[in-house]
């Protein structure tokens, strides 16, 4: 979708947030945005990465035109080959492309992540691996469903070294459930329960998941705390008006240990 309005501009989108039974909605306005417009070479991976220790992108960015998609590649490719700890939230979103063509650049992208992150539509729609009961509205899905498309994630692209998801159950657009699973190739492990959780916003939960589990590990952190620490850091998000999740780290673990919501005087 375009407005009509400029060719090398920042993408935008619009949301209306749901009530009740009324799920939210987004509208995109992110033809010929900026990035949309880069090119394979035009980025020195390689100088970027020369300190680096981690590269995390998004399914956002190759959805957006077939060179971005081509740069995606050529990043994590890059990163994975210079041995960068490398993750990929699928972040499937119907509105900028089909599953076909998900699919078809998804999988090339699997060989050079070592984890992996994304919910039930997120597996379904971009490496064609669907959970067991999963629903036609994705408002719902058991653990264990979701423990089945780990492991046949990690069986199809074995050098992924975890496989990371957040499980919503959504009663009302402003009432959820909300954990969050890790897979490490051997054991899952999953955070605390955050039941009946009011939501502000829930826009931004799964990139605050993912910033959670990346901290977490670069401050060498074991799965289980990692996965309570990202479970809580999103689950905080949801606490806040728009993308951005301003929890502090002290906040966060008060969280993780169930702490009141009484005013901190």
Known sequence: PFDGVGYERVGLYFLETGIGPRASSVTYDRGHSAISHIRPGAVAWRGIFEK????HTTGITPALSESAAEVTLEALRTAYEMGLKTSYDLNY???LWKPERAQ??????MPYVKVLIGNEEDFEKSLGIKAPGTTETYDQLDPESYKEVA????RRYPNIEMVGTTLRVAKT????????????????YLSRIYENLEIEDRVGGGDSFAAGLIYSMLK???PQEAVEFAGGYSALAHTF???????????VEKAVKGATARISR
Do not use: Q
């Not at 078809?104 to 992208?109: A, D, F, G, P």
């Not at 492991?151 to 990690?154: D, F, K, S």
């Open 93 to 95: 979103r119907g509105k």
């Open 241 to 251: 008006p728009g993308d951005f999740n301003w929890a502090t780290e002290e906040e």
């Open 52 to 55: 680096a220790k981690w590269f």
């Open 220 to 222: 060498g952190k074991g």
């Open 151 to 154: 492991r046949e994630v990690v």
């Open 104 to 109: 078809e650049v998804t999988k090339e992208l």
């Open 173 to 188: 657009g402003l009432l959820n459930d909300w954990r969050t699973l890790l897979y490490d190739g051997r054991e899952f």
